[in-house]
């Protein structure tokens, strides 16, 4: 792979040319001082002070024993200690609480590449939306996810130079609550050919998508002849789209072939090699489920052999699931 492949699927780069096609979304260039702010971690975990007084983490409600509490505390420290100060970025808050404002109120983010999907947990809303600066800046301190676009974005670059683009963009994309996880698909494209699709969200069992397969796999083939074939600069590369209800299709993301993308429910291996008609690849049953980010533990490092600890958990979980439509 060569670092110029990587770079095609930046945001950024990207964005402009499917404008039309992909959700809407507002891009910023990051300071420096920001991306020092998210690679510090010599220090407390903190949060930048807010020129708005927009705050990811809710005050507490106030309670007397903590003062007592933290009087002890600080009587046993030295005298000289004090707390750093918060960083402060008000110039770029303020451009994102603009941007924010005029996607809606309420967005999810990303850097060039990556967006924190592993730091959801951590967030007032439990998932990627975010209203103000403050959480946007928790999001992305708290995520693993991120490293890969901040220090090993060109590891699997043949060229690499470097390990980190010249600039970084945070990328704010309109939030909509209504998103269905079962309608977002992998499309996965060699020589310019779309050689397989599959289920993005391989970690649950949609039976909808077992009744749908042809029409979506149809709906797919179709934007992707008139929209993306011979319009993205790579010839070999992967792509995310959603199926609205409306039946139609929206860009979410471009990826490189191989490197940090994974194959889901292919192996590369495969995909190298695929002929024929396109096939679209779906969670049939309770029993295809693919662990992923909802155990911790990368779906590709468990084993799901006949007779296997997690064989065993979903026949179980299968017999249940047909014991009670039959009752």
Known sequence: MKKEEVNRCQIQNWYPKFKSLTIK??????????????????????????????????????????????????????????DPPPPSFPELELEIKNSIEALGGAIFPKLNWSAPKDAAWISPSQNLSCTCFSEIALLFRSSDSLLHDLCKAYDSCSDRASSRPVSFFLAMRKWYSSLKPEMEFRCFVKSNELVGVCQREVTTFYPVLVNEKEVLKGLIEEFFDDNVRNVFDLEDYTFDVYVTKERRVKVIDFNTWCGSTLPLMYTWEELERVSGELELRIVESRLGVLPGLKTAVPYDYIDMSSGSGWDQVLRKAEEEFRNENQS
């Open 25 to 82: 979304t507002k891009l910023h260039k990051l300071p420096e001082s920001f991306i020092n702010y998210l690679l510090d971690d010599s220090g407390p975990f903190l949060l930048p002070s807010s020129v708005t007084n927009e705050n990811a983490m809710p005050n507490r409600v106030h309670n007397p024993e903590d003062d007592f509490q933290l009087s002890e505390s600080a009587s046993s420290s030295s005298d000289n200690e004090t």
